[in-house]
Structures are given as C-alpha cells and as structure tokens.
C-alpha cells in the first residue's frame, strides 16, 4: 500500500482531526459539504458518513444527501472497496437500494484528486494525503501537476499540491483537517505553500503527532494534525504528543477549541504570527525562539560574515566514480581524496583511502578524453552504469559527468565537515586536501579561521538555529542542511578582537565544549535566561 503513497490513520485519530475540523453530528450536516481527496480505503471516509447518517436521521430523512460529500480515489481496488461499504451503510440506514446507488454514483470520483472536476466548493476537507515522491511520477504527469499548481517547488512531495487544491476548494470560513509529513512547514520545498496560507488562510490549531502511534503501519515522516480555515489570521492553538485515546483527545479537543485562552501549565498553548509569507513557521520553544530573533536582529548570517556553505559531491554513479583512491586507475589530476561520512564519526578525520573521479577541467567544461587515456579507459569500462543516469541521458554528449560539478579548489581549503542528519551538531575540522561527499555540508570561509567557527558550532548555536528551523527525523535527529545552516547568526571576525580569537581556537582544537560554551556566552551577550534557553534545545 505504501508504494502508492497510502498510510492508514488510526480510528481515534480520524475522530479527533473530524472533532476539530467541526464535523460533529450534532451539526446539520446533511446542508454541508465535505470533501476527502484521497480516501483509500475509508479511514476518514466512513467515520464521517457515520456521523452524517446520525444528523440526518435526527434532522429529518427527507434532507437530500446527494450534494453532501464528494469522495475522490485512484486506486481502483480501494475505490470499488470502500464505495461496497458505503452502500452498505446507506442501505442498513433505511434508503432504498436504488437510493443507496444514487448517492454513491454523486459521492464517488473515481480519478486523480488533482485533475478531476470537482464543481462548487466544501465546508470540511479532510483526510491523510498520499505521500509519493516526484521521481516515482511520470515526467509528462508530473508536467501537469506544475502547470495546475503554483506550489509545486524543487522536490516538494505530492501531498504539498494535494494541500493547495483542497485548501483552493474551501468555502468562506471553511475548515481543513489533514494528517500528513510536517517538513513543508519548514523545509525550503514549502516555501510556496506556506506563502499560499498566509494569503488567504488562517492555521488555527496545530498538534505535533511525533512519536505517537498515529497510523497503522510505522512511518520515517514526523506526521502534524493541521486545521487551516479560509479566513483572516489569528491566533494559533497548539499542542504536542498527545495520548492516542478516544478520552484524552476529547478532552485535548475541548481545549484547543475553548474560546477561553489556555490556562498556564495546559498542554495546550496559544500563539500569533506563525504564518509570515514563504517563512518558515516555528511552532515549538518560545524561549529558544526568542533567543534566534534576538540575535536575527543583532548579527549578520554566516554568509554575510564571509562563510560559504556548500554540500559535497553527488556523482549518480558512486560505484563508478568512487574507489579506493591508489585503485583509481587514471590520471593524477583526474582524481581527489574523498571524505565521507564514514571517514568522521569519531569527531575527527580518520580517512579510510577513498578517492573520486574529477572529469571536469578548470574551466568547468568536462575535460576531453582524448588528452586523457587512462581516464577514457576507466570511464568507458563502466560506460553502461555512467551513462545510464538520468543527468547523461539529458546530455548523452556529456555522459561522464558527476550530478554536481567538482572545485578542487574546495579540497585544498581548510573546512568544517558536517554530517546530513544527526542528533548533535557533529562539527569536525578538516585540512588534509580532501573533498566532501554528497551526505557531508562544509562551511569554509576567507574572513573566519575555521578553527574559531568550529569553536562556534559546537557551542550549540548551531543546534539552536537548526532544531528551530529544521524538521526532525525518527530519533529526535535533525537535518543539518545548507538551507538551515546558512540561518546561523555569528559576529563579523574582524569585531571580535585577537585575544577572543586565539582563545576560541584553542577552544576547538582542543575539544573543549564547556570553553566554547563561556566564550559563545561572552560574544553573544547571552542572559542567565538565554543561556538556560541554549543548554536546554531540544
């Protein structure tokens, strides 16, 4: 099921997202509209045309249920499945079989949610929506999609379209209640999205679903409950982890929909101005959040102090591409010492001999391989695994091209390495010539002495920045991304002075968190407060 984007949502949790999105029975909800894009195999489908029934049967059978939920499903198997069931449930609600089919036929779409014709618009959208990557859709499909939707961006996942149409569908004051991944809320992909809700939209409550069993199956994306509704910003309503019982979430709905603010020490807390254009939205740790705007406000980003932020080389082909280096049987020139993730997980470089093909020259053109037999050799030998890659089959001309262009000039400096994903900064110096792989972002810089950055970054300015922009990942781990990294606030070297200088980089070099720590303190002007704040980034 997976394969096509389908993750079953637990029954405790659909009636929570229906509780909060105002799809209660003791609604008339026989006059409303609701809407599920994507509905597999009922999970949010059945319990909602449950309560409809209820309010019908109290409101008067003689309501027209015809215009009150348009369905939408792909799946051909899941269609025909859940639409089985649903007859059913019309039919043991007392209407006639051939009601029964004449309310499924309105209700049912079978089709693609984000082409299908779906008249007129809804006062409830919910639903969990598909999860399926944009390399696993077909290009001309794919094509489509873009040209429909506006918030399609670099790889964005298809639920972020998925969002986008369902919110384009809401009536005035209309309310959607999803489940789905929370990286579109920070991630740079969202971007569009994000800029897309705080035109129009208002993100009324919001609860973090990390580490709860809120599906069926385990999944890797940290899943969020959002209900946006089509109306003007205000205050955001929040809550965290909740206890996936039918008690505990009444008693979390009754909360997060009080009209009385929440009352200090509630599991519930209440805030404004999360949504701010394409920015990305900080829903967690106020005091750590008041710290980064402090000092957002007070310094310069790394780049704007002279630093460079770049992730190593991706080749497409790393079999073909990488080996042990004195195996690399071309060219010297045509070869650097690779570093790898591997090669740091102590703390410290320990290189285990890796080297990487280099078939560009100076210039940035690819070198040409008649000036480089040995390098023709070893490239044609794997022809068939090189120029089978999506970027050489772009340009068959340019088949033994890396993805990324390689800069030697990048081994040759002195850097800090640090690894994609992982639970603590893991800063590590490096300036033995080597360049970085794809799973490894380096920070080098012709202003900063590395050194006194790395002194820096470990201190936890790094976590601080990244765990209030990034997503987390299955383990509490963060992503340490180029986009995150580049929102580290740091002093301009020169305004430092040479004895702070020295003292940080001795700091570094000798491993010393608790130095790095007091000296931070110092160059930040951090209060007793702030500094509690730091320590305490989770």
């Known amino acids: 099921m997976e394969e096509r984007g389908a993750i079953f949502t637990r029954r405790e949790v659909v009636d929570f997202i229906l509780d909060l999105s105002g799809y209660t029975s003791d609604k008339p909800l026989a006059s409303m509209r609701l809407l599920e894009p994507s509905f597999g195999d009922g999970d949010f489908l059945l319990p909602a045309i449950e309560r409809l029934l ?18 939408v499903e792909l799946h051909k198997g899941s269609f025909m499945r859940t639409r089985q069931r649903v007859h059913a449930m019309l039919a043991e609600a007392g209407l006639s079989d051939d009601e029964a089919i004449a309310i499924v036929d309105s209700w ?12 007129g618009s809804f006062d409830i959208v919910i639903g969990n929506p598909p999860y399926v990557r944009q390399e696993l859709i077909p290009d001309i499909l794919m094509a489509e999609y873009r040209a429909r939707y506006t918030t399609i961006y670099d790889r964005a996942d298809i639920y972020i379209p998925f969002i986008e149409r369902s919110l384009s569908l809401l009536k005035p004051q209309g309310r959607l209640g999803f489940i789905c991944a929370d990286r579109w809320m920070k991630n740079r992909y969202g971007g569009p999205l994000r800029k897309f809700v705080s035109e129009d939209f208002h993100l009324s409550v919001y609860v973090d679903m990390v580490d709860t069993p809120a599906f069926h199956s385990d999944v890797i994306a940290y899943p969020a409950i959002t209900i946006i509704t089509r109306k003007q910003p205000g205050a955001t309503r929040i809550a965290a982890r909740p206890d996936i019982t039918a008690e505990h979430l009444a008693s979390l709905t009754t909360q997060l929909l009080s009209t009385e603010k929440p009352a200090i020490g509630s599991s519930v807390r209440e805030t404004t101005s999360i949504v701010k254009g394409s920015e990305p939205w900080i829903l967690h740790g106020a005091d750590s959040l008041a710290l980064v705007r402090r000092l957002e406000e007070r310094l310069p980003t790394l780049e704007e102090a002279g630093c460079k932020v770049g992730i190593g080389v991706a080749t497409g082909a790393d079999k073909a591409f990488i080996g042990k280096f004195d195996d690399l049987d071309v060219e010297d020139d045509r070869k650097l010492p690779l570093v790898m993730t591997r090669d740091i997980l102590g703390g410290q470089v320990a290189w285990r001999g890796y080297g990487v093909i280099n078939p560009f020259a100076d210039s940035g053109r690819l070198v040409d391989l008649a000036r480089y037999p040995k390098l023709r050799v070893y490239l044609e030998a794997r022809k068939d695994q090189i120029a089978g890659r999506h970027v050489a089959q772009k340009a068959p001309t340019n088949w033994y091209r ?11 400096k002195p850097k800090l390495l640090i690894p994609d994903i992982k639970g603590e900064a893991h800063i590590v110096y490096e300036n033995d010539g080597l360049y970085p792989h794809h799973n490894l972002y380096f920070i080098t810089s012709d202003s900063w002495d590395v050194r006194a950055m790395q002194a820096i970054l470990m201190s936890g300015i790094a976590r601080l920045f990244v765990s209030t922009y990034s997503t987390k990942m299955r383990g509490g781990y963060l992503r340490f991304q180029a986009q995150y990294l580049r929102r580290i606030r740091i002093p301009h070297w020169q305004s430092l002075g ?30 007793s407060e702030e500094i509690a704040s730091l320590e305490g980034t989770d």
């Open 54 to 71: 209820v309010a019908w049967k109290r409101d008067g059978s003689e309501v027209s249920l015809a215009d009150s939920v348009r369905a």
């Open 108 to 119: 049912f779409v079978y089709g693609d949610f984000l082409l299908a014709k779906l008249p």
């Open 402 to 412: 890396t993805i990324d262009r390689i800069y030697p000039e990048i081994a040759a």
């Open 498 to 527: 040479e004895v702070m200088q020295q003292q940080l980089i001795a700091a570094a070099q000798n491993g010393n968190r608790a130095a790095c720590n007091e000296l931070v303190f110092r160059i930040y002007g951090l209060t």
